[in-house]
């Protein structure tokens, strides 16, 4: 019978040389994903997905080098949906964390001078994106929608995962039932269809922010549609490739996925579109870019004034104890013989 082809085909021996230099790109983002975590100024949870993705590409390329030089292998069965799923959820790991960045950029310009506080730029030190000047409006109506439309998104993209995971981590089902076959058909593409929905519109939102807010964060939106790009490669790519199918893994037959030129095709648009969105998102300092801070637009509802307070407060206690380690720095700094008295003659 016949199933729906493994995007990226089986790892066969001309599969060795991509797979180990991809395994070696990813491995050279490792010290720069450690800087990012340790570095406070660049620290965001924001890149979670993205951090989690770099990781497991490493074990996935190592992986399918391994299969390639052995094929007891390379036939695995459990290898087969395991690869499947990382290469079917992978990409939108990080779309679903450019649905965060999109929040950060297109919340932060709607607070004004007063309430600029409470956003999550005003609290990322040496932030790219410009304060509010002053007596400059607040526009709370706005900001709620963009939030609702980002937690809208956001749960969008949960629900294409959810597919695509279930369709894939089940892949070998496919070989012997055609029910499984084309349930992992249908599946896929209703996950990498609903991806690729969001992402336009990600793209669309962060045009609409350049032209229609005032303050909008021009190298972000700039960072973000790249991104966008480069993730629509991907998805296009896939539903592109996924109606074909193949009576074997190892078959070498056109539309198996394990031709040399589609080899070539998933090579250059699926895997390298993927690792460079992740050397931009760790190459910049995302917190900065977005004004993201440490957590990114978290909130769902503006502050109250009881909440504003104890922000203040909070705020007020962090820069007097700054103070005071800076005054017992400086007194640290002054010679004893200095601050003696001198004995009279």
Sequence with gaps: MVFPSPVGGLP???????????????????????????????????LFGTSLF??????????????????????????????????????????????????CLLVNPTFGFDNYGQS???????????PPELGEDDRPRERYMLRRLSDLAAFAFFASIVPGIIANSRYSRTFTSPTAAHRTYVLRYVSTSVALFLLIIIFLASIWSRFRQHRSGTR?????????????????????????????????????????????????LHV?????????????????TFGTGAWGDWRRLDETPEQREKRERKAAARAERKRLRQWNGSMSNIPLNTLSTPHAT
Excluded at 27 to 46: M, V
Excluded at 225 to 252: G, P
Aim: charged share 15%.
């Design 54 to 103: 770099a990781v497991e590409r490493v074990v996935v390329f190592g992986l399918r080098a391994m299969q390639a030089t052995n094929e007891s292998r390379r036939l695995s069965r459990g290898f087969a949906s395991y690869m499947q799923s990382s290469f079917g959820s992978g990409y939108t790991g990080i779309s679903w964390d450019l649905v965060s960045l999109a929040r």
């Design 220 to 268: 972000g939106i700039l960072i973000i549609t790249t991104l966008v790009i480069l993730m629509s490669i991907v998805s296009i790519f896939r539903l592109a490739i996924m109606h074909n199918e193949t009576v074997a893994l190892d078959s070498t037959s056109p539309g198996s996925m394990n031709t040399s030129s589609e080899k070539a095709a998933f090579y250059v």
């Design 272 to 288: 390298l579109p993927e690792w460079v969105a992740t050397v931009v998102l760790l190459g910049c300092n995302i917190r900065k």
């Design 12 to 46: 066969l021996p001309l599969d060795f040389a991509p797979t180990i230099l991809f395994a070696v790109l990813y491995g050279l983002l490792l010290p720069l994903l450690a800087y990012r975590i340790i570095d406070r100024r660049s620290r965001t949870w924001l």
């Design 120 to 130: 999550s730029a005003a609290a990322t030190k040496g932030c790219h994106l410009p």
